[in-house]
């Protein structure tokens, strides 16, 4: 079973950077599209982010210009850096891995943007 963990999530003002990581327990060239997605409280999940394998990148309308997502290969990770952070970016982000045959999702870590 793939295990996904992430990290990086905290309390940051608005204005502030936050850069979150997901860790796969197996190798990241598995996963054909790895993405991030959040879920605010009271809301659905929606998409922030994807990245395909060739890293291709698609973003969310609310987060272009301000959130990046990158993989490191050779660090078998993949990242959300967040910038320009807003109070209505306050939620669990969630990173998921998808392979020829299942998709995947971590825990989540909680994304607090308050003053």
């Known amino acids: 079973q793939v295990q996904l963990v992430e990290s990086g999530g905290g309390l940051v003002q608005p204005g502030g950077s936050l850069r979150l990581s997901c860790a796969p327990s197996?190798?990241?060239?598995?996963?054909?599209?790895m993405g991030w997605y959040r879920q605010a409280p009271g809301k659905q999940r929606e998409l922030v982010a994807t990245?395909?394998?060739?890293?291709?990148?698609n973003y969310a309308e609310f987060v272009k210009g301000r959130f990046t997502i990158s993989r490191d290969n050779a660090k078998n990770a993949m990242y959300l850096q967040m910038d320009n952070l807003k109070p209505e970016d306050t939620a669990v982000y969630y990173c998921?891995?998808?392979?020829?045959?299942?998709?995947?999702w971590g825990q989540g870590t909680r994304v607090t943007v308050s003053s």
């Open positions: 998921k891995a998808t392979t020829s045959r299942n998709s995947y």
């Open positions: 197996s190798n990241i060239f598995t996963f054909y599209n």
């Open positions: 990245i395909t394998s060739s890293s291709s990148t």
